[in-house]
Each structure stands twice: as structure tokens, then as C-alpha cells.
């Protein structure tokens, strides 16, 4: 399988595309057909080594999504062919850059039908920042007023989309459905 990889720390020059072993998931893990990946800031720092060292090659990525290809025989919450969204990723254990992962249970959704996967894997570590923001940290409930300094980033804008979201939006996937449906109408507009 193809996958990217870097051999040493630095700019994006580092990065290359190999050819590597499938992975096999371990007995808790999940094997995961990666459809979409995105890159956070987190991936960069981890890149050039200003986030910790991590062992080299590394496949850079802590968030993705696809489709469930294997699971090991403690999983018990996924099913070949099902379709999840990863967030989270051990960097050690290698990343979402990669046509697959083994992916641990625990660091896994799954991904409703109507949400696109690139939606998902966009959405996967900046989403759950926001929502437990929002709904643990703060303890924001419908009709509060909320202020989201930094709406603009990553996380402030997934805040922005949760703050005003409809009150029926009480459960994650509701709510991820309905941040899916708005994150794609920004994304998709002219300008």
C-alpha cells in the first residue's frame, strides 16, 4: 500500500509517498480504509519536531476517515464495511496518510451515511475540541449566549457552527450531521 512518510524532521520537502506493509490491526484495533485524512496544525509540529520526537518513518495524520476492512477479535462495536471516522491517532503508532490504518477502537466513530467522508475527517479533531468545549466544558445550553474567540481557527469555527445550531442538535450525531450540512455549504460557496 502507498503511504506518506517522513525519514526526518522539517519543512514539507521531508514528506514522500512509499510503499509499506499493510497494517494488521492488533486485538483491539481496527483496520480502517482510510477514503479521506486531513492535516492539522498538530501534524506540522509533529513534522518538523517542535511537538516531540516521534519514531522515524512516521505516517503523519491523526484524523480520517473510510470504511472498516478488518477488526481484531476484541472489537466489538465494528463490522467489515462499516464506515467510521477516526480522531486522535497514537503518532507513534503511525497516522492516517496511508491507504490504511490500524486504527484502536477506542479512537473511532461511526459515520453516519449522509456525511461525506472528507467532511468527517475535516471535522474529526477540531469537532470533538469544540464539542466538549461547548457541551463539558462550558456546560453551554440552549438559549445561552456564547463569545468564541479565535472563530476563525480550526476549533473556533467548529464552535461557531455548534453554538448556533438548532436545539434539537442534542445528540453527536445529530449534531455532527448538522455541522456537516453547514461546513459543506461554506466550503462549497463562490466567491
Given at each position: ?35 479521506a485524512a ?88 477540531v469537532g ?64
Open positions: 500500500m502507498r503511504a506518506v512518510r517522513y525519514h526526518e524532521f522539517g519543512g514539507a520537502d521531508v514528506l514522500d509517498v512509499d510503499e509499506v506493509s499493510r497494517p494488521t490491526p492488533d486485538r483491539d484495533e481496527v483496520l480502517v480504509e482510510m477514503r486531513s492535516v492539522n496544525r498538530v501534524d506540522v509540529m509533529f513534522r518538523t519536531g517542535e511537538y516531540g520526537q516521534v519514531p522515524l518513518p512516521s505516517v503523519p495524520g491523526g484524523d480520517g476517515a473510510g470504511v472498516v476492512a478488518a477488526v481484531g477479535e476484541a472489537v466489538d462495536r465494528f463490522e467489515p464495511g462499516e464506515r467510521v471516522v477516526a480522531s486522535g491517532m497514537d503518532r507513534a503508532a503511525g497516522g492516517t496518510f496511508a491507504e490504511y490504518a490500524a486504527v484502536p477502537e477506542t479512537k473511532l466513530a461511526a459515520l453516519p451515511a449522509d456525511v461525506p467522508f472528507d467532511t468527517a475527517a475535516a471535522l474529526a479533531n470533538v475540541a469544540a464539542w466538549l468545549a461547548l457541551e463539558e466544558l462550558a456546560g453551554v445550553q440552549a438559549g445561552d449566549r456564547v463569545l468564541v474567540h479565535g472563530g476563525s481557527g480550526g476549533v473556533g469555527h467548529a464552535e461557531l457552527i455548534f453554538a448556533n445550531a438548532p436545539s434539537d442538535c442534542q445528540s453527536t450525531e445529530t449534531a455532527i450531521r448538522y455541522t456537516a450540512v453547514v461546513y459543506n455549504s461554506i466550503c462549497t460557496t463562490s466567491i
